[in-house]
């Protein structure tokens, strides 16, 4: 299960089968973006692509020579401007691929449409998802429900991509669901509605033990997402933002034209794809080991006294062209990354987080907090996240003392969208809502654990926590995941522990999970975990959703 490499392998055949020769390619806004996650653009035009258009562009030269390659989403105006274009056609021979199922009277239109004969195939490849990692996707759904119930268009795409993400795998899973939600149960239902009409589709050769999607809340579990982050692609996203795996550095000073916008994918980046998982301070150094090779063979092609040397320096050049911009992004981003952490004072801020989310007394933290609150180098965001913290861990505290905090942060200038969203925090993933106890506060033999790990200390203070979905992934690789709380939709239950398990997010996924699945793969022998969400969250993307999930006046526990 990898769906890098099944979006790579559907673009493959799509620019292959058209057989040789100039080709130009069609897509839409949002199949740009699933092609570009997982295929360059020099990939492509290897592929003899020469020409890159948009469905929605006015104007385009017809140039009856080329072959042309359509990959759109099966939208409305997407067949409708295909139709247009069909009608007067620009070039010899249309190949068209949707990146869902289609309807039939969608293709019946086009077959009206095509006067001139010139589309040769119509194909279904099931590419409708951005693939992030091998085992990581997002649908790009921001904001999916609002006053706690699914948007009808969120709720649609949700289940185009996540059908999309089970096709292209080729995978008919029994569906498990969070019970305590009524989004999840929703999903799951119209889930199970697609399989079952889709039936001829999801045919799939069947295995000894059925692989399992499991559909669970953000709301279970907000301080994932509100956390600081210390391994490489969190930290990244969680300082800098990564759209679609292009991080923006233009507001980087003394900025160069180049690295102003940056690419960070593991499938063109072997010191992304080898670092991504580690902590910070591994990185400075293999940073500083990359920079020591780069200077090795940059003394070497300085050295060019023959014509073998000149060959050489010409065969080695785009290698080492390529070498030298990735050293140049990479020092960039940890240099941005190091400024930031000191000019905000994330170590203390990030530790103070911890506490809170792990281990800690409540009159010291609520100390900590204040004091951190005050600081000018706190920011607006870091101080709204200690808050939101406080309020979820202490929220049924007898010293719960939120209303200082408050009125430091309103002293402190933060703005009022900021310092509302506390309370939207705890309508959205309070204590009334969740069935786990995700602070360990309630079941003794939970609190024994968190006080002796507190005694002997962790190896990193600033990755104690663990996000409550790598627990969920191990009790159901185990078989100890209670139905009660996550029960089987409909009849299908599995009686062997899973060994494929695709996990869903509504409400987003953190790269936080991310890390914590890849763990599991790596130590979890014959068990393979994907982990999806609707989007992928960093604190003031997960702020900006829960704001506009969360209706004042409902109530937390409605959906």
């Given at each position: 299960m990898d769906v890098v490499q099944a979006i790579r392998l559907y673009i493959s055949r799509m620019l292959e089968e058209c057989g040789p020769g100039m080709k130009v390619l069609i897509m839409d806004k949002e199949t740009i973006t699933i092609v570009s996650m997982v295929y360059s653009q020099s990939e492509v035009l290897q592929k003899e692509v020469f020409l890159f258009e948009r469905i929605d562009s006015r104007s385009?030269?017809?140039?009856?020579?080329?072959?042309?390659i359509c990959f759109l989403r099966p939208t409305r105006e997407n067949v409708e401007a295909l139709s247009q274009e069909l009608k007067d056609p620009c070039y010899g021979a249309y190949f068209i691929y949707f990146s869902n199922v289609i309807e039939k009277s969608d293709v019946k239109a086009l077959a009206e449409a095509d006067d001139q004969e010139v589309v040769r195939e119509v194909q279904e490849f099931f590419g409708d998802y951005m693939a992030i990692n091998p085992h990581v996707f997002s649908l790009n759904v921001t904001c999916c429900c609002e006053n706690l119930t699914w948007l009808p268009k969120a709720l649609k795409r949700t289940v185009q991509g996540l059908a999309s993400v089970l096709l292209s795998l080729k995978k008919c899973p029994v569906i498990r669901y969070q019970n305590s939600s009524e989004v999840c149960k929703r999903l799951a239902e119209s889930m199970r509605q697609v399989i079952s009409k889709e039936a001829a589709l999801f045919d799939f050769r069947r295995t000894d033990i059925a692989p399992v999607l499991l559909i669970v809340d953000r709301r279970e579990d907000a301080v994932s997402a509100l956390l600081n982050q210390w391994t490489y692609q969190a930290m990244v996203h969680e300082l800098l933002g990564i759209n679609n795996n292009r991080v923006d550095l233009s507001g980087v000073s003394g900025i160069s034209?180049?690295?102003k916008e940056v690419v960070m994918s593991a499938e063109q980046d072997e010191f992304y794809a080898n670092n991504m998982y580690l902590n910070f301070g591994e990185i400075a150094n293999n940073i500083k080991a990359l920079m020591e090779e780069f200077q090795t063979k940059s003394q070497k092609q300085q050295k060019?006294?023959?014509?073998?040397?000149?060959?050489?320096f010409i065969e080695n050049y785009p290698q080492f062209k390529r070498m030298s911009s990735n050293v140049a992004k990479h020092v960039t981003v940890v240099g941005?990354?190091?400024?930031?952490?000191?000019?905000?004072?994330?170590?203390?801020?990030s530790e103070t987080e911890q506490q809170l989310a792990c281990q800690g007394d409540h009159s010291d933290l609520l100390q900590k907090i204040k004091r951190l609150v005050a600081s000018e180098k706190t920011s607006d965001v870091d101080a709204t996240r200690l808050v939101c913290l406080y309020a979820?861990?202490?929220?049924?505290?007898?010293?719960?003392?939120?209303?200082s905090l408050l009125e430091a942060m309103t002293r402190k200038g933060v703005p009022e969208s900021l310092?509302?969203?506390?309370?939207?925090?705890?309508?959205?993933?309070?204590?009334?809502?969740?069935?786990?106890?995700?602070?360990?506060?309630?079941?003794?033999?939970?609190?024994?654990k968190r006080f002796f790990k507190g005694l002997k200390g962790v190896e990193n203070v600033y990755a104690q926590h663990q996000p409550l979905l790598r627990s969920l992934v191990e009790q159901l690789v185990r078989g100890k995941l209670r139905e009660g709380a996550y029960p089987y939709l409909g009849n299908s239950q599995l009686?062997?522990?899973p060994q494929?398990?695709?996990?869903?997010v509504v409400g987003g996924v953190t790269y936080e999970e991310a890390a914590a699945v890849h763990q599991v793969n790596q130590t979890s022998a014959g068990v393979r975990v994907l982990v999806g969400g609707s989007s992928i969250h960093n604190c003031r993307s997960f702020l900006e959703e829960v704001r506009k999930t969360v209706s004042r006046g409902s109530s937390p526990r409605s959906s």
């Open positions: 385009r030269e017809a140039l009856k020579h080329l072959k042309c034209s180049e690295l060019v006294e023959s014509i073998a040397d000149m060959k050489a941005e990354l190091s400024r930031l952490v000191a000019t905000h004072d994330l170590m203390n801020v979820l861990r202490y929220e049924r505290h007898s010293g719960n003392d939120l209303s310092r509302k969203t506390v309370k939207c925090v705890l309508d959205y993933g309070g204590a009334s809502f969740r069935q786990t106890d995700l602070f360990e506060n309630q079941n003794p033999v939970a609190s024994a009686r062997e522990r494929e398990v695709i996990v869903f």
